[in-house]
């Protein structure tokens, strides 16, 4: 089978960093058609920047990397320094990237590539806040149905919130965005807080990242031992839960995931509530599932893969 073409969507990050590594580490799998920043963790100049970044750690200064949208569609922009550090990528010591940032805006890219490439053949894989593909999608509703798939960390329903009591970070910076692509009818797979706060990566699975020895291995674990502090704190969990590699991680192995097809509705008109996702987990409307919302994952073998693919590069 040829590889998935897929497109990331990112707003980096530590976690968007490791998610960004599995897809450039595993090229038999994953064709990475480009990477788009959105402003979300940090702001837009640093998300571009660092997408650059994690490309050249890579190895993979070829990759495309694109700047989209620097604010959300209809609010001002929270970011997440408090959790990333100033620049987003705190822990390891990174050079500055010298690897060109294309020309051509994000939306731009995503509205072009889904159309030149064989209908149902993309993924968009979005790790940060929906701007850009919610963008992408008004200004070319056509794209909606030449997408494969649409698989995005965000949301939770059990966990329920972690920038607000009810609202997950990537869904409540833009939840007018996320309304519009939850809507838009393409397939979508979710990977909310109920999973990616049981992929949290412990003493013993960072020293299995710092184990693998190269440039790559080390950042991983210096940038999870930077965020991890603050999740510890938090919650007293034995780790920082690695939220964004779980969406690359699916698309090579779903089978370390189970879920339900449900469906899955955007609070835009709440203040108390603010993009929260409203995920009828046990069916109680007649509402039309619209989303297959992940549930659990097999977290010793998402490691296990993680740190196979990372020894690579
Ligand atoms: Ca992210």
Redesign the pocket.
Known sequence: MSPRKIIID????Q??AVAILLALASPEDLEVLGITAVA??VPLPLTQKNARIVCELAGKPETLVYAGCDAPIARKLVTAEHVHGKTGLDGPTLPDPTMPLQDQHAVDFIIETLRAEEEGTVTLCP??PLTNIATALKRAPDIAERIQEIVL?GGAYFEVGNITPAAEF?IYVDPEAAKKVFACGAPITVMPLDVTHKALVTAERNNAFRAIGTPVGIAVAEMTEFFERFDKEKYGSAGAPL??PCVTAYLIKPDLFTGRHINVEIETGSDLTLGMTVADWWGVTDRAPNATFMGDIDADGFFALLTERLGRL
Do not use: A
């Open positions: 990112t707003d980096p990050g976690d968007d979300g963790n790790l940060g960390m990537n939220h964004d």
